[in-house]
């Protein structure tokens, strides 16, 4: 009898020892304090939104995708340079005194057509938030791809931490990211 429970002291030692490990509460293992400890957050500054009043990342019909054609070849795929899209959208929110700071992250992918060369692509994305009709913000900036011709298709991440507009219209605004071949400017 005592040879099969030296057979099984290893296995109950582990049992004892990960037992002793575990804590009904996940931030004493992690070495962030006890239960009563709270995270330590300034209210009047950078204070974190709950996600509700963070506005969604929405694209508009048509500014999800963009392609680039050679001089005169406009909708000829024999003419296209490159084809980008935009596959995934997300933001955090945090409030500075009475305006709202946004970060924006838009994800995409951009593959060279028939008349790609190795070199950097380009991509015009615009960043706008809309009160009913009221433009709130708006950015347009230039995202700089790596392409190599033949190669695969590349991804790209695009990031915007400066959306700025007023708190109080967190709750009504509409946020828009996605492709504006339109005239470069950023206002």
């Known amino acids: 009898m005592s040879q099969s429970l030296l057979r099984f002291a290893p296995v109950l030692f582990s049992a004892a020892l990960i037992a002793g490990c575990t804590s009904a509460d996940p931030r004493s293992v992690l070495g962030s304090g006890g239960a009563n400890q709270q995270p330590a957050v ?6 974190a939104v709950v996600q509700g009043a963070c506005p969604a990342v929405s694209l508009r019909e048509g500014t ?21 899209s935009i596959s995934d959208t997300t933001r955090q929110c945090r409030i500075s005194g009475d305006q709202l700071i946004m970060t924006v992250v838009v ?80 206002r």
């Open 42 to 47: 300034d209210a009047a500054t950078n204070a």
């Open 107 to 186: 994800s995409g992918r951009v593959v060279g057509g028939p008349q790609a060369k190795t070199g950097t692509v380009n991509l015009p994305i615009r960043v706008v938030a809309l009160d009913g009709e009221t433009v709130l913000y708006s950015e347009l900036q230039q995202q700089p791809v790596s392409l190599v011709e033949g190669g695969p298709a590349e991804q790209f991440i695009y990031t915007n931490a400066t959306v700025t507009f007023p708190a109080s219209a967190s709750s009504s605004a509409k946020l828009y990211a996605g492709f504006d071949p339109g005239p470069y400017n950023t």
């Open 64 to 84: 999800a995708y963009y392609t680039t054609y050679s001089k005169g070849g406009d909708g000829d795929p024999a003419k296209v340079i490159h084809q980008a």
